[in-house]
């Protein structure tokens, strides 16, 4: 298994920009979510899915949209890129809540 | 809205020194905890977790946590740290809802 994959690794955006964090897990994971970790402040959740078809926010939803198209797909979507976008986006999935939570190994953004 | 709270955000040890980091959060039903590691330059992995049963929970490499309702706390403690323990540590609740929400972190440095 290959786990969670996330592409890119690295990203430069200009500000207005648009673009898609994609995420992938080979498990059968229902739930998949996505962070942004930042110095001092750790991982705030911006949005997340129990399964496909099924998606809501997180702590910090402005700025991004997902879908779940998929079990194994996850995409995270900056609709207008801002310098305060410019973070480490980790992409994440679980089986249930009982159970843990596997993450990839994140996309480094910045955004000039 | 469940939160953490991780009070020690930089805590500096020598080798062979104990360790307790604090974790607290805010639900007063049931929860869900977890503690997760990162080492430099790689994703998070998990350390321990607590869902029901003995408040003593056993994790790897050397780490255990003890869950006490009364006081909200899921501390994380090793008796003896070595350099290799050095990374950020996160705490995470699950409280009745489909949301894993992290603490800030706490940054370990261990000396030799």
């Known amino acids: 298994n290959a786990g969670v994959t996330q592409t890119p690794k690295f990203q430069v955006l200009k500000t207005g920009q648009s673009m898609t964090l994609q995420c992938a897990q080979d498990m059968n994971h229902e739930y998949m979510s996505w962070y942004r970790q930042d110095p001092g402040m750790g991982l705030r959740l911006i949005h997340y899915?129990?399964?496909?078809?099924?998606?809501d926010q997180g702590e910090v939803p402005n700025g991004y949209n997902v879908s779940r198209s998929t079990t194994e797909d996850f995409p995270l979507r900056l609709l207008s890129a801002a310098p305060s976008q410019t973070s480490v986006y980790f992409c994440?999935?679980?089986?249930?809540?009982?159970?843990?939570?596997?993450f990839g190994p994140g996309t480094r953004l910045t955004v000039l | 809205a469940q939160s953490v709270s991780q009070h020690n955000h930089h805590v500096i040890l020598s080798e062979a020194a104990s360790l307790e980091l604090g974790c607290n959060y805010s639900?007063?039903?049931?929860?869900?905890l977890f503690w997760y590691v990162q080492y430099p330059g790689q994703h998070l992995q998990l350390l321990l977790k607590?869902?029901?049963?003995?408040?003593l929970v056993k994790g790897i490499k050397g780490f255990e946590a003890e869950f006490i309702k009364s006081k909200f706390s899921f501390n994380l403690r090793k008796p003896s740290v070595q350099w290799s323990d050095t990374a950020e540590y996160f705490c995470a609740v699950n409280a009745g809802t489909d949301k894993l929400i992290f603490g800030t972190g706490t940054r370990l440095q261990v000396f030799p």
């Open positions: 994440a999935s679980r089986m249930s809540d009982y159970n843990e939570q596997f």
């Open positions: 899915s129990v399964g496909a078809g099924i998606t």
């Open positions: 607590y869902f029901s049963g003995d408040p």
């Open positions: 639900y007063g039903g049931t929860v869900n």
